[in-house]
């Protein structure tokens, strides 16, 4: 499959669908310390980072209780293995969805029964082009490109080709988030709890 023809076979998966067409926001969260924030946020889809493999057994359930969709950032938690059997450990706790650049996570998140979210970090044409051979053969189901300024720079071909996609970093502002889904995201991550609360009925117009 070529990476041009790739949005056409990944359609977004209708929990995600839900999800961002009442708030477009995935919350980036950080470690223990922002998790009562989102938990009683309007967002419910959040990548869980920086959260050590020995508190992920209490965190993901307790998550999953709250009604919220949890990615948990497998590059990020310390202690975690980069292998199938942390995805299966991650699968059994409750977790909807894996995030990482590598690969090979990718492939073998979805034949668990994982949606997967691919991390591309683009910052020049030849590393855009490698993002993209590789986003073709994983097939994620979301794509999360970072940083979000560079997304207004990409052309419409190569944005369809890494589709459906979150748009993450330096996303600060409502304004921000408007930014990305004019450009074709389905939604914007953020760190900022203030941005969890962001309905789509509210966001500002784009200019």
């Given at each position: 499959?070529?990476?041009?023809?790739?949005?056409?076979?990944?359609?977004?998966d209708?929990?995600?669908?839900?999800?961002?067409?009442?708030?477009?926001?995935?919350?980036?969260?950080?470690?223990?310390?922002?998790?009562?924030?989102f938990?009683?946020?309007?967002?419910?889809?959040?990548?869980?980072?920086?959260?050590?493999?020995?508190?992920?057994?209490?965190?993901?359930?307790a998550?999953?209780?709250?009604?919220?969709?949890?990615?948990?950032?497998?590059?990020?938690?310390?202690?975690?293995?980069?292998?199938?059997?942390?995805?299966?450990?991650?699968?059994?706790?409750?977790?909807?969805?894996?995030?990482?650049?590598?690969?090979?996570?990718?492939?073998?998140?979805?034949?668990?029964?994982?949606?997967?979210?691919?991390?591309?970090?683009?910052?020049?044409?030849?590393?855009?082009?490698?993002?993209?051979?590789s986003?073709?053969?994983?097939?994620p189901?979301?794509?999360?490109?970072?940083?979000?300024?560079?997304?207004?720079?990409?052309?419409?071909?190569?944005l369809?080709?890494l589709?459906?996609?979150?748009a993450?970093g330096?996303?600060?502002?409502?304004?921000?988030?408007?930014?990305?889904?004019?450009?074709?995201?389905?939604?914007?991550?953020?760190?900022?709890?203030?941005?969890?609360?962001?309905?789509?009925?509210?966001?500002?117009?784009?200019?």
């Amino acid at each position: 499959m070529t990476p041009q023809h790739r949005h056409s076979a990944v359609t977004l998966d209708r929990r995600l669908s839900a999800a961002f067409a009442k708030v477009p926001v995935v919350a980036s969260v950080v470690g223990v310390s922002p998790l009562r924030q989102f938990l009683t946020a309007p967002a419910t889809v959040c990548i869980l980072a920086s959260v050590a493999v020995g508190k992920l057994p209490q965190v993901v359930p307790a998550l999953g209780r709250a009604g919220k969709t949890v990615f948990v950032n497998v590059d990020s938690s310390p202690g975690l293995a980069q292998d199938r059997g942390a995805l299966e450990f991650l699968k059994n706790m409750g977790a909807a969805g894996v995030v990482s650049t590598r690969l090979s996570l990718i492939e073998r998140g979805r034949p668990l029964g994982l949606l997967t979210m691919q991390k591309v970090f683009v910052t020049d044409r030849s590393n855009l082009s490698r993002n993209l051979d590789s986003v073709a053969r994983g097939l994620p189901d979301l794509v999360e490109i970072m940083p979000a300024p560079i997304v207004p720079h990409m052309t419409s071909e190569s944005l369809r080709a890494l589709s459906p996609h979150v748009a993450a970093g330096f996303v600060r502002t409502p304004e921000d988030v408007s930014a990305a889904l004019g450009h074709g995201a389905v939604a914007a991550a953020s760190s900022d709890p203030r941005l969890w609360e962001l309905r789509r009925d509210d966001l500002p117009p784009l200019h």
